[in-house]
Nanobody, 123 residues
Framework: QVQLVESGGGLAQAGGSLRLSCAAS????????MGWYRQAPEKQRELVAV???????NYADSVKGRFTISRDNAKNTVYLQMNSLKTEDTAVYYC?????????????????WGQGTQVTVHT
């Protein structure tokens, strides 16, 4: 069973830093994209930073220059280093992975979400 387990959220002061981790297990599909989304209260879930299939990265404009996504392939773990935090970064952060599962007879699109980790930034 595929599991994405986030950790590292918590409370931070504006201008401070936090580092999120997402450990993936049970991966039995070819990953196309893997990264981070967030959802603030009463707002839609939005992309924060992801690795694409080609290995490049995409960042939301609002976090460029402040957040850095990285990964350790040996550990199947993706990280999100968040610096210069702002109060508007407050949200639940979700790890996400999607790709193709080979059933033997056809390729199936699959996508998984972690349970989310709360990040709260205060002044």
């Amino acid at each position: 069973q595929v599991q994405l387990v986030e950790s590292g959220g918590g409370l931070a002061q504006a201008g401070g830093s936090l580092r999120l981790s997402c450990a993936a297990s049970g991966i039995i599909f070819s990953i196309n994209t893997m990264g981070w989304y967030r959802q603030a209260p009463e707002k839609q879930r939005e992309l924060v930073a992801v690795f694409t299939k080609g290995g490049s990265t995409n960042y939301a404009d609002s976090v460029k220059g402040r957040f850095t996504i990285s990964r350790d392939n040996a550990k199947n773990t993706v990280y999100l280093q968040m610096n210069s935090l702002k109060t508007e970064d407050t949200a639940v952060y979700y790890c996400h992975a999607e790709g193709l599962y080979d059933s033997g007879s056809r390729l199936i699109d699959v996508a998984y979400w972690g349970q989310g980790t709360q990040v709260t930034v205060h002044t």
